[in-house]
């Protein structure tokens, strides 16, 4: 796999940000949760002062070989690619939270079981189409897993090197809540029940032939020796594109912006392999998936925001982006106590 150089940020600052955000015209701790965002913004990007520019989402679509079956998702395989175009449309959930904060977005097909127009606007990083069932075998190869993760990487700096600072990363692939569920239970080591979700099924009927299956498919699959093999062998090709892409914009010390339950198992891969990755990342909201909740405990992270989202796309990023950039207004634009002549208490 490439190999990348991912370093926590410098705790050189630290104690100058806090004081910083001590000192605005406010009792101490009053903006919460922003003040910590405030903290870690300042943090990645070693400044006092630090800026938000061309918030950017990343849709990545990927085909799940399990869906074929549909013993796992209730809606048809063909809804990602049907999704696709309406990304490409313009007429998706992440189409109108992009537009309304001012957000880029870009659609990546890193999988889909369909062919699309080389002229569609979208980034045309087709591994195959779709994984293989890995109730038979793994869903990728160790080939197609690394190319996986170099075409985010590339995808990511591609973003950087138009200007972007923020990044963050959805996903759209029927049947990948339970790629996400085997790897969520790989990497926590919590029983599969524990990390399986009704995913967009909207009743529980499904969920306990899902769970029997994917119990079905841990024991086929007992033997895997590594994070990146755990990866090839649950997929998708969506899930290892966002591995490759929160590693690179972690090289590169952007503010990550993790959205719901199957990003935040491309998480946990990331972090397996180099876990100074966390110090990048914001976790903008809490989906109502079963699983997200212990996996988010299992971080010993809070997100911003409890919506009872369970769509992906990126749309709980979205959401929470303009959250982000209120915690930097803050810290640039807010005066201190000094500045505003406002008596402040001793500390
Ligand atoms: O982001 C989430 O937390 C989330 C939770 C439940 C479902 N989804 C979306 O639903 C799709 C997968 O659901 P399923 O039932 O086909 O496995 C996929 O396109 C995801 O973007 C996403
Ligand atoms: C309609 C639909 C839209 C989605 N967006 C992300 N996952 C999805 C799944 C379905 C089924």
């Known amino acids: 796999m490439k190999t990348f150089h991912i370093e926590a940020p410098s705790k050189q600052l630290d104690a100058a940000l806090t004081e910083k955000i001590n000192l605005k015209t406010k009792p101490l701790g009053a903006l919460g949760v922003l ?46 690619a049907q999704m696709v175009y309406n990304f490409v449309q313009g007429g998706a959930a992440i189409n109108a939270f992009s537009q309304l904060n001012n957000i880029k977005l870009e659609v990546v097909d890193a999988g889909v079981a369909h062919d699309f127009d080389p002229s569609l606007p979208i980034i045309h990083t087709k591994i195959a189409y779709g994984t293989a069932n890995y109730r038979l075998q793994k869903a990728m190869t160790d080939a197609q897993r690394d190319i996986a993760i170099k075409a985010g990487a590339i995808i990511v700096k591609s ?8 990044i963050g990363f959805g996903e759209m692939g029927i049947g ?33 032939r899902k769970i029997e299956v994917l119990k079905s498919v841990q024991a086929f699959h007992a033997n895997i020796t590594s994070p990146l093999d755990a990866l090839a062998t649950f997929g998708g090709f969506e899930i290892a594109m966002m591995v490759g892409a929160i590693l690179q914009a972690a090289e590169l010390k952007m503010v990550i912006v993790i959205d719901g339950f199957i990003v935040s198992t491309a998480l946990l891969t990331a972090l397996a392999l180099y876990p100074a990755v966390i110090e990048y990342c914001v976790f903008a909201h809490t989906s109502h998936e079963n699983g997200h909740q212990a996996l988010l405990r299992n971080l010993a992270v809070k997100p911003l925001l409890q ?30 106590f000094a500045e505003a002549k406002v008596s402040n208490i001793e500390s």
């Not at 973003?159 to 923020?166: K, V």
């Not at 085997?182 to 599969?192: D, E, G, H, N």
């Not at 769509?311 to 959250?323: I, Q, R, S």
């Open 35 to 80: 003040e910590q965002i405030a903290f870690q913004v300042g943090k990645i990007q070693q400044t006092l002062s630090p800026q938000l520019n061309n918030p950017t989402i990343i849709v990545f679509a990927g085909d799940h070989g399990i869906a074929e079956e549909g013993v796992v998702n209730p809606y048809p395989q063909a809804v990602t």
């Open 307 to 336: 919506l009872d989202l369970r769509l992906g796309e990126g749309t709980g990023a979205a959401l929470a982006m303009p959250l982000i950039q209120a915690a930097v207004a803050f810290l640039n634009n807010m005066s201190s």
């Open 159 to 166: 973003a950087f090197e138009q200007g972007s600072n923020m």
């Open 176 to 208: 990948n809540t339970s790629a996400a569920a085997l790897l969520m239970s790989y990497f926590t080591q919590a029983p599969i029940e524990d990390c399986t979700g009704a995913g967009t099924s909207h009743n529980n009927d499904l969920l306990q």
